[in-house]
């Protein structure tokens, strides 16, 4: 609220996935005129939010956090819960997806399960289309909000306010068809053989998530060498090579911490508070035995590389059909998605992976010495 410096003037924001979902609504009630500019539309499904109940928060009980996190994840992950602690439209859509509860309403056509898994994620973004049209005034901006894409190939985006915010005469989406925005002018976008005026513009243009290893090693402006002068970048080249998605071999005391040969999470705090346990490990264990350095060995790196690969690759197909988005590369699926991908027996399963390797104690596959 109070973005009064914005009362008289004409604001271009483009991009219409998470960030400008929270924008947008903000923007349209602030600005003269609003202009959204869309490439492909998000699905936007009810967010549901409300105050929190103060007797509910008082009856939680210590470690609820870390409960809540772990059902979260579980069922984000496919597998069944006793109960939904979070229930909201993440859950709730991933439950019909992929654990059965949309398949049960065309359980009489017979359909084999890949063909019914479609069918099922079809119909939920029917419905979401049937959501908008419900909420957007104008059938024109409507159907040019429409999500015609399956469920998860692009982030889908809950928010109770952005629909709504279309109605409003000042709020006009642009839409161009798939295409982005061409070119600026002096005077503001141009898109098609139209220009609009403009005083600011706003980028929602998405950010670089680093899922390529080719990516990772030039994201901090600074180059990381290893053994021999060897550069973490000429060493994943073609795509990354690691033990347990930490380790580089050639690369002593290098812990690198991303989703490249590790986990996946949609709440990332997971995959941060996992990975975070095993490096505290490492660094007490390394202290404890008084080791100056560890790296992975050649040996265990080609077989994690080998079962990256073997593992991994189940996405590919579903993400080549998609509409472009961070999640395919715009569009553009790189040939190193397969090595570069996450661990594809899921965060889970990498996590009690890495809690035997813990257990095991013997630190196997690194190592363990003074550096060179």
């Not at 049209?133 to 306010?161: Q, W």
Request: aromatic residues 10%; charged residues 25%; hydrophobic residues 40%.
């Amino acid at each position: 609220g109070g973005l009064t410096g914005l009362q008289d003037k004409r604001v271009g924001l483009i991009g219409t996935g998470a960030t400008a979902v929270q924008v947008v609504p903000q923007l349209g009630k602030w600005a003269k005129e609003l202009y959204v500019f869309q490439r492909t539309p998000s699905s936007i499904d009810a967010r549901g939010n409300r105050p929190t109940d103060d007797e509910w928060a008082k009856s939680l009980k210590p470690g609820w956090q870390a409960e809540r996190v772990e059902n979260f994840n579980r069922l984000m992950s496919g597998l069944p819960v006793e109960e939904d602690m979070v229930a909201d439209g993440w859950t709730e859509n991933f439950t019909n997806l992929y654990l059965g509860a949309g398949a049960k309403k065309f359980a009489d056509l017979d359909l084999p399960p890949d063909v019914l898994a479609e069918v099922v994620d079809l119909d939920l973004m029917k419905k979401n289309r049937e959501r908008i049209a419900s909420i957007v005034n104008d059938p024109g901006t409507a159907e040019k909000l429409m999500p015609y894409f399956r469920h998860f190939c692009k982030r889908p985006c809950y928010h109770d306010d952005y629909l709504p915010i279309f109605n409003r005469p000042n709020v006009h989406l642009v839409d161009t068809e798939g295409r982005g925005v061409e070119t600026f002018s002096d005077r503001g976008i141009v898109v098609g053989d139209q220009e609009y005026e403009l005083d600011c513009v706003i980028f929602a243009t998405g950010f670089d998530t680093n899922v390529r290893a080719s990516r990772y090693t030039n994201v901090g402006g600074f180059s990381i060498y290893g053994r021999d002068g060897l550069s973490l970048a000429d060493k994943w080249a073609s795509g990354g090579r690691s033990l347990h998605g930490l380790h580089v071999h050639g690369f002593p005391n290098l812990i690198i911490l991303s989703p490249i040969q590790s986990a996946y999470a949609f709440n990332w705090q997971r995959i941060a508070d996992g990975q975070s346990e095993q490096v505290a490990y490492l660094i007490t264990e390394a202290k404890r035995r008084g080791l100056r350095a560890f790296e992975a060995t050649q040996a265990a790196e080609d077989d994690w590389v080998a079962s990256i690969i073997s593992k991994s690759g189940v996405q590919v197909e579903f993400l080549q059909a998609c509409t472009p988005g961070y999640f395919n590369g715009d569009g553009k699926l790189p040939e190193t998605a397969v090595i570069d991908g996450a661990y594809a027996g899921g965060n889970i399963d990498y996590f009690e992976l890495l809690a035997e390797w813990r257990k095991e104690g013997s630190l196997a596959g690194l190592n363990l010495g003074p550096a060179d």
